[in-house]
């Protein structure tokens, strides 16, 4: 099941929290809303707009930032993997289970408490933007946000204090380290530092957000070099087409992967075995490669581009 470690303290916390949000609903649907915020999608989405139509460079230093603090992430968890509160506890409730899916009891499929996935994005995804913009107002709207989203797992039950401290600590040490490599070194040799430590934990992880973020990875920074050499597309200001743009590429990242299930069971797919591990991290990887080198194709043929009929006419 996994290991048991805590200190009283927080125990007593997340007990006296829940109290508190029991008399209080409407923060407790706050907290709940805050920490939908913190889920890897609204990160995904972010990265990939700044991606494809606000600045490139500044996408990809985005995403690989913020998956390499999730491999981190990952990692440590496999290593110490500590149940979830809700789990070691009677007193504590799950109010919001990491995956409605499955039994909140399992944590193979519920994932291990130490530490926060959701404070390890919400760290990376904050010192990211800082040191891509150097503006202290998204620090410190990035910082309040993270706090909350902290505040919102502990009182939910599913994270320990300790759990948040230092799953935000990881997300903003490691994307400081990331930012500095990538600045040091040419991207050839950026990219074969990022895919040598994203591979570390193939040796000793078991859990499938390693290796979705394994494959993340992957396929982020092969679709970026290919599309550097071979495509080569421009920004856009449109704000229309910056809309489009993001939810077709979304679209085609959502129907390959999904296609890519089809051939296999739901058994093998959910197994913890190698093989369906290594099939996760592939079809994560192809479908990141499609929308990040060869989705921008499309934009080198003008397509979502809108004449204006004024200027024509004239």
Not at 199 to 214: A, E, I, R
Not at 253 to 277: G, Q, R, V, Y
Request: hydrophobic share 45%; net charge positive.
């Amino acid at each position: 099941m996994g290991n048991i470690f805590q200190f009283p303290w927080e125990v007593s916390l997340i007990t006296w929290l829940q109290e508190v949000l029991s008399n209080i609903p409407l923060l407790k649907h706050l907290l709940i809303t805050f920490t939908f915020i913190g889920e890897p999608y609204l990160t995904v989405l972010i990265v990939l707009t700044f991606y494809w139509s606000i600045n490139k460079e500044t996408g990809f230093l985005l995403g690989t930032s913020i998956i390499g603090s999730g491999l981190m992430n990952n990692m440590i968890k496999n290593i110490f993997s500590r149940v979830r509160p809700y789990a070691a506890n009677d007193t504590i409730e799950c109010i919001v289970p990491a995956d409605p899916g499955y039994d909140i009891y399992n944590m193979a499929k519920q994932g291990y408490s130490f530490p926060s996935g959701h404070a390890t994005n919400a760290g990376a995804l904050t010192t990211s933007i800082y040191l891509s913009t150097r503006k202290k107002i998204y620090l410190i709207l990035g910082l309040i946000v993270t706090a909350i989203i902290a505040l919102s797992r502990v009182s939910l039950g599913v994270h320990y204090p300790t759990d948040v401290s230092l799953g935000a600590l990881i997300g903003i040490i490691a994307t400081i380290i990331i930012y500095r490599i990538y600045h040091r070194f040419d991207l050839k040799t950026y990219a074969i530092v990022m895919i040598i430590y994203s591979l570390c934990g193939v040796f000793f992880c078991h859990s499938n957000d390693y290796f979705s973020n394994l494959g993340l990875m992957i396929g982020l920074i092969s679709g970026y070099l290919f599309e550097e050499k071979m495509v080569n597309f421009e920004q856009i200001q449109n704000p229309v087409r910056i809309i489009l743009r993001s939810l077709i590429g979304c679209l085609i990242f959502l129907a390959i992967s999904n296609i890519m299930k089809l051939p296999f069971s739901e058994t093998f797919l959910e197994a913890d075995i190698i093989w369906s591990h290594l099939y996760r991290s592939f079809r994560y990887g192809l479908s990141t490669f499609v929308i990040i080198g060869l989705y921008p194709i499309l934009f080198k043929y003008n397509l979502f581009r809108f004449k204006d009929k004024k200027k024509e006419d004239s």
